[in-house]
């Protein structure tokens, strides 16, 4: 099975990031791809930025996530909401429906 796993935030020391880890521990028998975000930098996401076109990170995001079976993610919260960095790489989605596949569950 392949995972695709990461942590919704862009520093180094976040303890999300390493909820991840110890989540993929159950999963050591399975292909697993565990990226940074920041690995994916992309421009804030504007209608003016949508107008230019999506940028290459963003196409590669995406086909990390078409590519996998299960996705692992922790978020961190942020003023009740999920963290900007995690937003803009969900808002730079290339048609409309970033997580097309069905959900089975999330926490």
């Avoid at 504007?46 to 078409?66: L, R, V």
């Avoid at 900007?84 to 999330?106: A, H, I, M, S």
Wanted: with cysteine; hydrophobic share 35%; aromatic share 14%.
């Amino acid at each position: 099975m392949k995972i695709f796993a990461f942590a919704g935030s862009s520093s180094s020391s976040s303890i999300n990031r390493e909820l991840v880890k110890c989540c993929l521990n159950y999963f050591t028998n399975h292909e697993v791809r565990f990226i940074d975000l920041n690995d994916f930098e992309m421009p804030l996401f504007s209608i003016d930025e949508e107008k230019k076109g999506f940028p290459e990170a963003a196409h590669k995001f995406i086909k990390e996530i078409e590519s996998c079976y299960l996705i692992i993610c922790s978020l961190a919260e942020h003023n009740r909401s999920y963290t900007t960095v995690f937003k803009n790489v969900f808002n730079d989605d290339l048609t409309g429906q970033p997580w097309r596949k069905e959900c089975y569950g999330y926490s």
